[in-house]
């Protein structure tokens, strides 16, 4: 399989500040990463598209100058979520394309 | 509107029970549908793609099965580390485009010793 990592895996920060999560595909490269969010009990829903090199595709309902994304290298995006509220507290994963979908392990962010 | 429905929402079994669990999807070209295996606090694991109805796949204790309208994950014999939420997504066929997921909402599996 593929791997792909994340970090930080669990992130505590106070409403107002901002937070950068990592993800980075360790033995492919990924011209194409997704970043999902997921509530408790319930399953993924796509925040957007990264594509290296260029801008990144939101979701319809998700506020692009909030969750900023970087798609620097083949093996690197990273997610800003700026001026964090508890509300965006939740369980941010990102993916990386290879033949399929290789998801990360997660991250865990409490706002409080 | 790509849509995945899966069911149950829920199912515990006993080990060495066998049962199956249903993705029911509707998409307008169907590209590759996908079962994945999430345990707690932890990212999805990729199991099977599935890319034409009338195909099946199989891995240890589970089996994926494809037709027209719907996918079902059979599980035999399960072992309570089986445990886990089973996740079913649909992927579109885009002529540009990213090749986005739909997941459905997972079953929760639980395999009592």
């Known amino acids: 399989g593929a791997v792909v990592s994340q970090h930080p895996s669990w992130v505590i920060c106070k409403s107002g500040t901002s937070v950068k999560i990592e993800c980075r595909s360790l033995d492919f490269q990924a011209t194409t990463m997704f970043w999902y969010r997921q509530f408790p009990k319930q399953s993924l829903m796509l925040m957007a598209t990264?594509?290296?090199?260029?801008?990144?595709?939101?979701e319809q309902g998700v506020e692009k100058d909030k969750f900023l994304i970087n798609h620097a290298s083949l093996t690197l995006s990273t997610l800003t979520v700026t001026s964090a509220h508890p509300e965006d507290s939740s369980f941010y994963i990102c993916?990386?394309?290879?033949?399929?979908?290789?998801f990360g392990p997660g991250t865990r962010l409490t706002v409080t | 509107e790509d849509q995945v429905t899966q069911s149950p929402e829920a199912l515990r079994l006993q080990e060495g029970e066998s049962s199956s669990l249903n993705c029911s999807y509707t998409v307008s070209g169907l590209r590759g549908l996908f079962w994945y295996r999430q345990d707690p606090g932890k990212g999805p694991e990729f199991l099977f793609t599935l890319y034409s109805a009338g195909e099946e796949k199989e891995k240890e204790r589970l089996k994926a099965t494809l037709t027209k309208k719907e996918s079902f994950l059979h599980i035999t014999a399960p072992k309570p580390e089986d445990s886990a939420t089973y996740l079913c997504?649909?992927?579109?066929?885009?002529?540009?485009?990213?090749?986005?997921?739909?997941f459905g909402q997972g079953t929760r599996l639980t395999i009592n010793p």
């Open positions: 990264s594509n290296e090199g260029s801008k990144a595709t939101y």
């Open positions: 997504a649909v992927q579109e066929w885009r002529v540009q485009g990213a090749q986005k997921l739909v």
């Open positions: 993916s990386g394309t290879r033949a399929e979908q290789y």
